[in-house]
T-cell receptor
Framework: EPEVTQTPSHQVTQMGQEVILRCVPI?????FYWYRQILGQKVEFLVS????????KSEIFDDQFSVERPDGSNFTLKIRSTKLEDSAMYFC????????????FGNGTRLTVT | GNSVTQMEGPVTLSEEAFLTINCTYTATGYPSLFWYVQYPGEGLQLLLK?????DKGSNKGFEATYRKETTSFHLEKGSVQVSDSAVYFCALSDQGSGGSYIPTFGRGTSLIVHP
């Protein structure tokens, strides 16, 4: 069964550095998402992406964040200048359609900012 | 805005016990409702869904009924197994301000089943 893959599984970075988290969604899916989960907290929506542009974003997704689908297969999340509070598990997800198609999640990237 | 509230965990049960995990929601529109499960070291995966009032979603012995009057979608299983130990997330999908649908998740409820 096709799956969403995320790399790396764990990223450690220093405060102020830029990080890029990578995802390969399921190939025939049309909607792409990034979520994050701070340890023990709820899964928070960051951004959704459709037709090569952002369709929705949350208050968390400020100017420090950006997303890109550079080559038709990868879907990336960039954090320009990381802060300690960006430490979390970041999940990429994709779905075929809306509103009832379920999301398919990757296994996540654990980001640790020191 | 939209939100999902789940009961606090962990929920600890013996094998073959009855499970209920409560979930209530707040939504501005008429959402679709989902339960996802997360096993250790993995991403979330869909367990079941319901798209309109009084629909019952079911999968692997788990069930949940969409109750519009009480804005609830409680997860139940008649007899849990050790392999059901995981974190369970209630979620809704409703239209955002941009017109597309945003899945919103609850905090997750950890289930621990002992032999």
């Amino acid at each position: 069964e096709p799956e969403v893959t995320q790399t790396p599984s764990h990223q450690v970075t220093q405060m102020g550095q830029e990080v890029i988290l990578r995802c390969v969604p399921i190939s025939n899916h049309l909607y792409f998402y990034w979520y994050r989960q701070i340890l023990g907290q709820k899964v928070e929506f960051l951004v959704s992406f459709y037709n090569n542009e952002i369709s929705e974003k949350s208050e968390i997704f400020d100017d420090q964040f950006s997303v890109e689908r550079p080559d038709g297969s990868n879907f990336t999340l960039k954090i320009r200048s990381t802060k300690l509070e960006d430490s979390a598990m970041y999940f990429c997800a994709s779905s075929y359609g809306q509103p009832n198609s379920p999301l398919h999640f990757g296994n996540g990237t654990r980001l640790t900012v020191t | 805005g939209n939100s999902v509230t789940q009961m606090e965990g962990p929920v600890t049960l013996s094998e073959e016990a009855f499970l209920t995990i409560n979930c209530t929601y707040t939504a501005t529109g008429y959402p679709s409702l989902f339960w996802y499960v997360q096993y250790p070291g993995e991403g979330l995966q869909l367990l079941l869904k319901a798209t309109k009032a009084d629909d019952k979603g079911s999968n692997k012995g788990f069930e949940a009924t969409y109750r519009k009057e009480t804005t609830s979608f409680h997860l139940e299983k008649g007899s849990v197994q050790v392999s059901d130990s995981a974190v369970y997330f209630c979620a809704l999908s409703d239209q955002g301000s941009g017109g597309s649908y945003i899945p919103t998740f609850g905090r997750g409820t950890s289930l621990i089943v002992h032999p």
